[in-house]
């Protein structure tokens, strides 16, 4: 099968498979060689919102189409890249051109759907956090990354500077001594989140194509809000507070203290319902030992309960007057290391005084290419999709695990119950309803890969 022929079998089973799915690394494309200043054909999917700066950081290479379902929220990237090909629908897309890789900037529910297809036509993948929209889907993208053997990276960015790296190299030289305590928090949700089922129904904007916009998404008609940013507060759409921050600000703890996948994560939270993420919760994530790395309580606080701000004891850090508006603290047995910037770039160690003299440890990973810290994460990929460096630091392998322990905070929050976690099993040893929330159903039409 020519590798034309294989994008169109998909795009026939993508519109005839609906609930029925099944999982096709069937690609058998043979992917370029690159020579020295040759450059990626890229499609953007979600070309307005964050797609334009994902396509901003990729513009060195050749943005040859742009796929956004809101017209008027795509203005400014079609008029950006006028040669660009336009598209509605990412299936379509996919189908006709001749791309070597894929950027992927939609809201969460069409992470995966996007991907799958994308990584089945051997194009190499770059998806925003979270990587996924439920645990299930995080396992079967890091599975099939293997599998189809593309070039992966997610877009937490703080992964690609040099000051989270030396934070990780820190850590693992034993900065702080043997850490098993974490604290992670943050000021979101600043969107609305916490509120009764609404069954108001608005008419749909002329520029907002709403049946491709819910994508694998049960059905609803539109109401204002939804799009284009507080779906973040939608279960259908989103994963809330955590999915939206936790990839971000847990990510330099995840990765210094190689945490992989917990054995139990508890909720509690200020009142959910099935619609909607709750206005404030904290989760309790419990880490197994890692060798000689002791086990990890990791707790996670966002918004607000009670109507108080959801933080950390401000005594963890002596001599710190107060915690910004998201980070990450660190309490090992000779310290701890506090982060206030969303992408764990800038850290601080206490006491003080003992760390005054404080030198960097020797360096143990990679760089990424440039001195623009911003621009780095996408860098790396693009220098990875040539065969031209390393594996990106975010990709699949590392980026799948995280945001599959990521979100079983959300199942913990949805069933009101502790989750104890089979990682090998992919399911709560204690709770049968969290099936419902591990994984989900697909519209007709879209995810097919994905059961």
Known sequence: MTHHNNRREFIKLSAAAGGSLLFLPSCESVRRTFKANEKLNIGIVGAGGKGRRDAKGVASENIVALCDVDDRRADSSYKKYPDARRYKDYRVMLEKEKLDAVVISTPDHAHAPVAVMAMDLGLHIYCQKPLTHTVQEARLLTEMARKTGVTTSMGNQGTGTDGFRAGVEAVRAGAIGKVREVHVWTNRPIWPQGMAPNPKVDPIPKNLHWDLWLNSAPFRPYRKGYAPFAWRGYWDFGTGAL????????????MALQLGMPTSVE??????????????????????????????????????????????????????????????????????????????????????????????????????????????????????????????????????????????????????????????????????????????SYREGFGVGLG
């Open 243 to 254: 999915g939206d921050m936790a990839c971000h600000l847990m990510n330099l703890p995840y």
């Open 267 to 440: 909720a509690e939270h200020s009142g959910c319902n099935n619609d909607s993420a709750p206005k404030g919760s904290k989760i309790v994530y419990e880490f197994p030992a890692r060798g000689d790395l002791p086990p990890v309580k990791l707790t996670w606080y966002d918004g607000k309960m009670n109507g108080k701000a959801n933080k950390p004891p401000i005594d963890l850090v002596p001599g710190k007057k107060s915690l910004g508006r998201g980070g990450s603290i660190m309490v090992g047995e000779k310290g701890t290391i506090l982060s206030v910037d969303d992408y764990g770039q800038f850290q601080e160690y206490f006491p003080k005084g003992q760390f005054a003299d404080f030198k960097p440890a020797e360096v143990s990973l990679q760089r990424g290419p440039g001195t623009d810290q911003e621009q780095k994460i996408y860098m790396e990929w693009i220098a990875a999709c040539k065969g031209l460096g390393p594996a990106p630091l975010a990709n699949f392998d590392y980026a799948g695990p995280l945001t599959e322990a990521v979100l079983l905070g959300n199942v913990s929050i949805r069933t009101g119950e502790k989750i104890n976690w089979n990682s090998d099993k992919l399911e709560a040893l204690n709770c049968a309803k969290a099936e419902n929330y591990i994984k989900k």
